[in-house]
C-alpha cells in the first residue's frame, strides 16, 4: 500500500506539472519550454546594467534576473540592445523580461506590465565641477546658452524637455555617447538617472564632474514584461515580494551602491 501511494502521489505531482505548463501564459510558456529566461537590457545604466571588462553584462538588474532564473531552475539569457529597441523587443514579446533601469510610467504601462518598484530613484544633472559651484537646481541650467545631453527615448530626456524650456536638448543614441559630450565638451550638462550622474562623476575624476545633490523628479523603477501572461507577472510580483521579505533586495542595493568594489571590473 505504501508503494501503490508513494506512485499515485508522484503521478498526482507529475500532472500537477503537466497542468500548469498547459495553462501557463505564452511568457512563462516559452520559459518553461525552452528552459530559458531571456532578459533584455541596454547594458549602460550602472550601477543597473553595464558591461565589465570581460563583456559580462553585471548590475543590480543583472543579480536580479539571475536570483530569478535560479528560482525557476532555467538559464539565463541577456540580451543587449538600445533602450527605446527593448521597449519594442518588449511590446513584440522578443523578450521575457526587461531590466534596465526602466521607470514605470503610465503611457509605458498601457503597452506592458510592471512589477515593482524595486528601486526608487529621480533624474540628476551631471556638470563641470566649476559651474556646479554656481547651479543650485535644474532651473538654473535653463538658459539658452546651456547645452543639455540626454539619451534619446530614456525619462532623462522626457524630464529634460518638460522642465527645460530655454536650454538647447540634444538626444544622443545612448547614455555613453550623451556623457561623451559633457566629456568633450560639446554640452554643459546631462540630465540622467541620479545613481548615474553620481557615479559617472565618482567615475571620471580627472574630468572635474559634479552631480546636483538631490534629483529633481520621483521615479520608481520596476520589471517589465510583455502584456497578457497574467500568470507571468503574478509570479514575477510574489518573486520580487520574496527578495523584499527575505531581505536580499536590500543586501544586493548595499552591493552596488554603497560598495563601490564592482567598479574594478569596469572599463576605464
Not at 522578443?94 to 534596465?100: A, E, Y
Amino acid at each position: 500500500m505504501k508503494k501503490l501511494s508513494l506512485i499515485l502521489t508522484l503521478g498526482l505531482a507529475l500532472i500537477f506539472c503537466l497542468s500548469s505548463a498547459a495553462t501557463a501564459g505564452p511568457v512563462l510558456d516559452r520559459i518553461l519550454k525552452n528552459k530559458e529566461l531571456v532578459v533584455g537590457t541596454n547594458a549602460a545604466y550602472p550601477p543597473f546594467t553595464v558591461k565589465s571588462t570581460t563583456g559580462k553584462v553585471i548590475g543590480l538588474d543583472m543579480d536580479l534576473a539571475q536570483a530569478l532564473a535560479d528560482s525557476l531552475h532555467v538559464k539565463l539569457k541577456v540580451k543587449t540592445m538600445p533602450f527605446p529597441e527593448l521597449l519594442k523587443a518588449l511590446e513584440a514579446g522578443q523578450v521575457d523580461l526587461g531590466l534596465s533601469g526602466i521607470t514605470m510610467l503610465p503611457q509605458r504601462n498601457m503597452k506592458m506590465a510592471f512589477v515593482g518598484p524595486y528601486f526608487v530613484t529621480g533624474q540628476g544633472v551631471l556638470l563641470k565641477a566649476t559651474m556646479a559651484a554656481t547651479i543650485r537646481s535644474i532651473k538654473d541650467v535653463d538658459k539658452p546658452s546651456i547645452t543639455i545631453a540626454v539619451a534619446k527615448a530614456t525619462t532623462g530626456e522626457e524630464a529634460a524637455k518638460m522642465v527645460l524650456k530655454q536650454a538647447k536638448i540634444v538626444a544622443q543614441p545612448t547614455m555613453k555617447a550623451a556623457l561623451q559630450m559633457l566629456l568633450d565638451g560639446k554640452a554643459n550638462a546631462v540630465v540622467a538617472d541620479f545613481p548615474y550622474t553620481a557615479l559617472a562623476a565618482y567615475r571620471h575624476p580627472k574630468a572635474g564632474l559634479a552631480a546636483l545633490e538631490k534629483p529633481f523628479t520621483y521615479e520608481p523603477l520596476g520589471m517589465a514584461a510583455p502584456k497578457g501572461d497574467a500568470l507571468w507577472t503574478n509570479l514575477l510580483r510574489n518573486f520580487l515580494g520574496s527578495m523584499m521579505q527575505s531581505g536580499t533586495l536590500k543586501r544586493l542595493q548595499i552591493k552596488w551602491f554603497k560598495n563601490a568594489g564592482w567598479m574594478k571590473q569596469l572599463p576605464k
